[in-house]
């Protein structure tokens, strides 16, 4: 099971990147998975969840009105749109999934695999 973050890069404030989420081998259909990030001396965050059926998503306050979380079960993808992005946006971003399939709200959902990320970097 692996997952893998892709598009990141260097964007100025208020810019926007959308961010993707792969699988290798295995089928996201079934899985809730989680965009988190995880910026120099500051712990990981769990900014955005969709649901295997990709209802009913959530967000963190960071993220909510600016970054807009996404999937495509046909394409085995997750997006990550990341709007108006701001310098304190920068961060390494990566996705985990969910067995479970349900997001429980932001921040409390308990992930069984984690990815590898892509750094994000906001400035001028």
């Known amino acids: 099971v692996q997952l893998q973050a892709s598009g990141g890069g260097l964007v100025q404030p208020g810019g926007s990147l959308r961010l993707s989420c792969v699988a290798a081998g295995f089928r996201l259909d079934h899985y809730a998975i989680g965009w988190f990030r995880q910026a120099p001396g500051k712990e990981r965050e769990e900014i955005a969840c969709v649901p295997s059926q990709g209802r009913f998503t959530y967000y963190a306050d960071s993220a909510k009105g600016r970054f807009t979380i996404s999937r495509d079960n046909a394409k085995n993808m997750v997006y990550l749109q990341m709007n108006s992005l701001k310098p304190e946006d920068t961060a390494v971003y990566l996705c985990?999934?969910?067995?479970?399939?349900?997001?429980?709200?932001?921040?409390?959902?308990?992930?069984?695999?984690y990815g590898q990320g892509t750094q994000v970097t906001v400035s001028s």
């Open positions: 985990a999934a969910d067995t479970d399939g349900r997001c429980k709200g932001i921040q409390i959902n308990i992930y069984d695999y």
